[in-house]
């Protein structure tokens, strides 16, 4: 996932405003945490591009399954230490007054068993008072399979083509990125990229994310897509 071709995902994803996403965050933030810190933790931060923003305001960490993706990270960003971490398992020796976790990331976690375990690592990363933001992944009941979709990213020295059809197998859904790239003076590539996601009922999440210690606020709108947004304030 990602791994051959982190450095494509900024290009394929260049189309959203991670600055517009990162003043809504803060905002979110400034309004409910009610611990005094300012660390802050952005699990399955990719490449970064949050924690590009995130660095002036706050003292910003970054973790992710994949080296590639935080190879990057690290460039991008220099204010930020970044580790790697699968955030099923996470456990970092040190608590925090902010976790992110954006981008529909949550659902790579795929199973209920596995959720659980990571909103109770969030939890547990947390100073009393600190806030966990989490964007989620389309709820079983708005997932539409067969549903055809194509990401496109063109300038003179690269273009790119991504296609894929939306599958379902019982509660994950599976997405076959199929890419075409070609860069200035190089053949035409073809590569695949497969993704499975859990289709996460909404009201079981901020049900698993009460039972995990956490005053849970919903909102029908997320920071970067609209596919809601849960807010967690550490009890
Ligand atoms: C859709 S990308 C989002 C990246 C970034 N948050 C953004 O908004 O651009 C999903 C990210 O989740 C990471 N990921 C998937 N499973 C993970 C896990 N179990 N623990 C930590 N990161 C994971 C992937 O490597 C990838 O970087």
């Not at 970092?92 to 209920?112: A, E, P, R, W």
């Amino acid at each position: 996932m990602y791994k051959d071709f982190a450095d494509v995902y900024d290009l394929i994803y260049s189309f959203i405003d991670y600055k517009k996403a990162c003043k809504k965050l803060s905002k979110l933030i400034k309004k409910y945490k009610k611990s005094s810190g300012i660390e802050l933790l952005d699990v399955a931060c990719g490449t970064g591009s949050h924690l590009f923003y995130l660095q002036n305001e706050f003292i910003c960490s970054g973790t992710d399954i994949n080296t590639e993706m935080l190879n990057i990270a690290g460039e991008k960003v220099e204010n930020a230490t970044f580790i790697h971490s699968d955030m099923i398992n996470m456990d970092l020796k040190k608590k925090f007054d902010i976790i992110t976790c954006l981008f529909s990331s949550i659902g790579y976690v795929k199973t209920y068993e596995n959720l659980k375990k990571t909103i109770e690592n969030f939890s547990n990363h947390l100073n009393p008072g600190g806030v966990v933001i989490i964007e989620p992944w389309i709820s079983k009941s708005d997932y539409q399979p067969g549903r055809p979709s194509m990401n496109t990213y063109d300038n003179d020295n690269i273009k790119i083509a991504r296609l894929n059809t939306a599958k379902l197998n019982d509660n994950l859904s599976i997405m076959e990125m199929h890419y075409l790239m070609v860069k200035k003076d190089e053949d035409v590539q073809y590569f695949k990229d497969c993704h499975e996601l859990g289709l996460f009922d909404h009201e079981e999440t901020i049900q698993i994310m009460k039972d995990s210690d956490l005053e849970v606020i919903s909102f029908q709108k997320g920071v970067m897509v609209d596919r809601g947004l849960f807010l967690g304030i550490k009890k």
